[in-house]
């Protein structure tokens, strides 16, 4: 049976009544706050609730697949956004109208207008943003020049503003559910009211729909973007720069793509890689019905919550050995690596320095470095970096001084994003950008989309990469990067030569 639970001055009663006395936002520094209502349910697998929301608009899983407890504690679902702000080359969209305002000048507003106070104990994305910011748009805020080539049409920001919310703990086995009443601040009047919406969603979670399985055909025809020999050579200009004092190491990258094939669709895509990724990170986005996001990220880039921020880079990877054996030395190669080490120290040395643009002083404190995790393709090592925010500053402060991240550029910070920028040879969209949540409640959870998937009507592109530092060895380097991918392109491979099904 359901169980209502009351957030702050919320009236019992069922969910379709949750926050229907709408009251009308004024961009004043004076802000009345917003109540969020929550409702608990009955537990069901997120993955089951997912499959039957297959095709709304906007549908988006926050997906925190796997056993790590720690980090796969919460996962959420929403669909069916009140607005949809979208940048697309120079062109920022709140729905199909333009905006003469910036990204972080719309959401910062939005989040300003429309704060609510956080319900204590609960899951932290209680209604809010949803979506993702590319790698080049991330250069925008440090005006650095992007790479002009692109081998597919995608959005470079899409967010979408959610007043339903299903977060589910895995730990504690329960579901809430969570709304506000937006209705007022709808910038497209065909959407759903508030109170229609929660009820239809809340129908299809109670409904005990039987998913069908349809014949899927997942073998696609990968071709690399840049060959092997011409990655090779640019990661040996990469040394060069290295040797000549420029930087200390960039995190270089290349991709694949394919003919997307017409058995399939992007949430049947989805469901395919998440039975051998199983990562906390992973993400389903529906940015619009020819598009969509499939990340299966192992990598956190930045939460905020409850004033506390928290970094996770990762640095070092080996490939899962096929014995124990094999993969208990390729753990002791991994962890004893001084190249690994050395990564890992150079990129948690910029975190640090962005986090405390935005922190109290003195509260930047790595909790771990160069820690062993697995997974199920891959070992990497990651640090832990946590910090108290500065009185005043919030989630979009935070993301403007850290975009993008540094484990996907290197150091010198900026250096390095302009030597990528010179040598990849495409674009990198949502992949090595950001995606994740903020809340109403000033909360934040963003991943950096590695082992990523982007999705159009007819192609399909998977990016992959690494950290090179002085000692790097170009072989290695490459091999290494589709040791990283390796369950995404269905590959088998040795260290001199890709195959590619």
């Not at 500065?390 to 001084?401: H, S």
């Not at 159009?456 to 072989?475: A, P």
Request: aromatic share 10%; charged share 25%.
């Amino acid at each position: 049976m359901a169980e209502l639970v009351d957030a702050p001055d919320s009236k019992s009663g069922d969910f379709g009544r949750l926050g229907s006395t709408p009251s009308i936002p004024t961009k004043t520094k004076v802000q009345k706050m917003r109540i969020i209502n929550v409702l608990e349910l009955d537990y069901q697998e997120p993955i089951i609730f997912f499959q039957k929301l297959k095709g709304l608009d906007g549908l988006t899983y926050l997906d925190s697949a796997g056993k790590d407890v720690a980090l796969n504690q919460y996962s959420y679902i929403a669909a069916l956004p009140v607005l949809k702000i979208h940048k697309k080359k120079s062109n920022i969209f709140i729905d199909n109208k333009t905006s003469n305002s910036s990204f972080f000048e719309i959401i910062e507003d939005l989040l300003d207008t429309l704060q609510a106070e956080k319900i204590p104990n609960l899951p932290s994305f209680q209604c809010g943003l949803a979506g993702f910011i590319s790698y080049e748009s991330c250069l925008d805020i440090e005006k650095i020049k992007n790479v002009k080539n692109s081998n597919y049409d995608f959005d470079d920001i899409w967010f979408g503003l959610y007043d339903v919310v299903f977060a589910f703990d895995h730990k504690k086995r329960k579901t809430y559910v969570f709304s506000v009443n937006l209705d007022d601040y709808q910038a497209n009047t065909d959407n759903m009211l508030n109170i229609v919406k929660s009820e239809y969603l809340l129908d299809l979670y109670k409904n005990d729909t039987t998913i069908v399985k349809k014949k899927h055909n997942f073998n696609f025809e990968w071709k690399p973007y840049q060959d092997k020999d011409s990655y090779k050579q640019s990661i040996n200009k990469i040394l060069e720069y290295i040797k000549a004092g420029d930087i200390f190491q960039a995190n270089f990258t290349h991709c694949f793509f394919a003919s997307n094939n017409s058995l399939n669709n992007h949430f049947d895509t989805y469901l395919n890689y998440r039975k051998k990724t199983q990562t906390p990170f992973s993400a389903f986005i529906s940015n619009n019905k020819d598009d969509a996001v499939c990340s299966f990220s192992p990598e956190r880039l930045l939460s905020l919550d409850d004033k506390i921020i928290t970094a996770a880079p990762i640095k070092g990877t080996t490939p899962r050995g096929l014995t124990d054996k094999q993969d208990k030395a390729l753990i002791e190669d991994l962890v004893n690596s001084k190249k690994n080490l050395a990564e890992n120290l150079m990129i948690v040395d910029v975190l640090r320095n962005d986090i405390s643009r935005v922190s109290i002083t003195g509260s930047v404190e790595v909790k771990k470095l160069a820690s062993l995790e697995t997974y199920e393709n891959v070992h990497h090592l990651v640090s832990y970096i946590s910090s108290r925010i500065q009185p005043g500053k919030k989630a979009v402060d935070l993301l403007k001084a850290c975009l993008p991240g540094a484990s996907v550029t290197g150091a010198p910070k900026i250096r390095a994003m302009e030597i990528i920028s010179e040598l990849e040879e495409t674009a990198r969209g949502p992949y090595c950008g950001a995606l994740g949540y903020i809340s109403l409640c000033g909360s934040l959870d963003m991943n950096i989309p590695i082992r990523t998937i982007l999705l159009t009507k007819d192609k399909i592109v998977v990016n992959c990469g690494g950290g090179i530092v002085s000692d790097s060895d170009s072989e290695l380097e490459y091999q290494e990067s589709i040791d990283k991918i390796s369950n995404l392109l269905n590959t088998n491979y040795d260290q001199s030569q890709i195959k590619l099904n």
